[in-house]
């Protein structure tokens, strides 16, 4: 298991545990109302959310967790941290919380494990907001395949080195730049001997076929999803954007001039605005 990340201010707090096949996952609840999940994507955790659940939290109860492998969960050799076992998590964090037809909101990677654990472990919601989402192939940066076909190579270059390297990949999710704080909220649960094993871990783990199992399936959706998408994604274009709204009957899309990949630090109003619009008619 890694080193908890080191608590910062403004940090979304990660109280509780849950056991999850053995390996501990951390989570967090904030506010009062109907229940309102938020998944992160990669290679990320709950805290691109700590701009967004305090307003949300002012009108609903708000969970939030670390994916695992990912944040402030456990990392350990040889852990599955794929897609394929990430919306089984979900699953069992929504039995745990005890929560039914929650809103949801999701972002990359949180994208694909919220539509796998909907059409995959039939978990049901009123309503899903989606954030720039992994969810139509082809997907992957080119260092992303790079990394998968190389993963111990990477793995075991000097830190200094993995901490160059981490800071320009996450540097490119973003429109505007990074200040270093930020930047070191994102890498911090990446270093370190079992962060940096884990980081190249879960990029080898990346699989399109996880989305490839899902994706003839976006047409059953039968409730409201709105999906947003930054203009300036460089990780995922647009086009992948168009293209999901297509699949999913009447999906609200909408692009987010000045906005990468990383919405939640490029453009957080983008997010907080249609979520209020987008909860309150759905």
Known sequence: MSDTPIPFAGALPLDHTFEFDGQSVRYGVIGEGAPLVMVHGTPFSSQVWRHIAPIAARFRRVYYFDLLGYGASEKRAEQNVS????????????????????????????????????????????????????????????????????????????????????????????????????????????????????????????????????????SELKYPVSILWGEEDQWIPIERGVELASLIPHARFTRVPGAGHLMQEDAPEAIVGELLTFLHFA
């Open 83 to 218: 897609l394929g076992v990430q919306n089984r998590l979900l699953a069992a964090l929504f039995d745990h919380w005890n929560v039914e037809r929650p809103d949801v909101l999701a972002h990359d990677f949180g994208g694909a494990t919220s539509l796998r654990a909907a059409l995959l472990d039939g978990c049901e919601y009123r309503s899903l907001m989606l954030v720039d989402p992994v969810a139509v192939a082809p997907w992957g940066s080119p260092f992303v395949r790079h990394v998968r076909q190389h993963e111990s190579a990477f793995a075991g270059v000097p830190p200094y080195m993995h901490q160059a390297m981490l800071d320009a990949y996450l540097q490119g999710a973003a429109h505007r730049t990074l200040s270093p704080d930020v930047l070191r909220i994102y890498t911090q649960p990446w270093t370190g001997e079992p962060g940096q094993a884990a980081f190249y871990r879960q990029i080898a783990q990346m699989d399109p076929r996880y989305t490839d199992e899902v994706q003839k399936r976006y």
